[in-house]
């Protein structure tokens, strides 16, 4: 029994440290293919955010298995609009962790968490969210809701929100750390999306001139170590309304106190019409 429980443990041992090699390859490569992208800054501020990034992966990382076994629902009490949480490529909604809990706090919601097949191509998994978003109205009771998207998925948001199903139910949405104009990586890209979230793409070219009727904002970083340039993830010419944070990482800027109380603030300003009206401000 010993030597099994000696092998069960170098196993694990091996497994774990190979788990943190690859984090740290990845964290190590992305912060230097970034450079060429953002502005320049200190060596100090990098490794900063370099540490906050891995801080951040290392914890919320494990959650992603649980959070496909544990249901959609994040809590929330509050009297306005259903809350949906649309995560980014190779993730769920477990990143959206520490914002459930700001909104939690907040009284805003009910909030729940929509998971996705993220190799899909945008269109598919803008029509899954569709077809979420009115099961989670049925539960709730709500006839609307407010998006907050996180890279990926800000595509896949807006996809519906251009929908007509999307355009009855949708009253905001927040985007964070979204290629709305593309990623410039030359790399290999898994899934049917890949093609799609390059820069210079026909879908997103296509996507480029499409208005956004509601109100949006979209919150990206100066730094982000695998969304940039920093202008790809603007939506000011659309109709929306950008705002960019200094420095965090792309997992780490939704766990940052600037965004989390942007997108609280923004989550609880007045709607003043209903989407069905075609104009819809708050």
Known sequence: MAPRL??????????????????????????????????????????????????????????????????????????????????????????????????????VGPMFGFNYPWVSRVEKNAERLADFVEKVCAASGREHVALVAHSLGGLVALEYLYSERGAKRVRRCVTIASPHAGIPWKGPILGAVGEQMRSGSEWLVDRAGRKIEIPALSIYSTHDNMVHPPATSQLASRGGHDLAVEGPGHLTILFDATVIDAVVDFLRAPAQASPSTGSRSA
């Open 6 to 107: 000696t092998l069960l443990a170098y196993a694990t041992g091996g497994l774990l440290a190979a788990t943190a090699l690859g984090v740290l390859v990845y964290l190590v490569t992305s912060f230097f293919l970034m450079r060429a992208h953002v502005a320049p800054r200190t060596v100090g501020a990098t490794l900063r955010e370099l540490v906050r990034e891995t801080f951040w992966v290392v914890l919320t990382q494990p959650l992603v298995p649980l959070y496909y076994l544990r249901g959609h629902a994040m809590g929330g009490d509050g009297p306005g609009d259903v809350v949906v949480f649309v995560h980014g490529y190779f993730q769920n909604r477990a990143n959206f962790v520490g914002l459930a809990r700001a909104i939690r706090q907040a009284h």
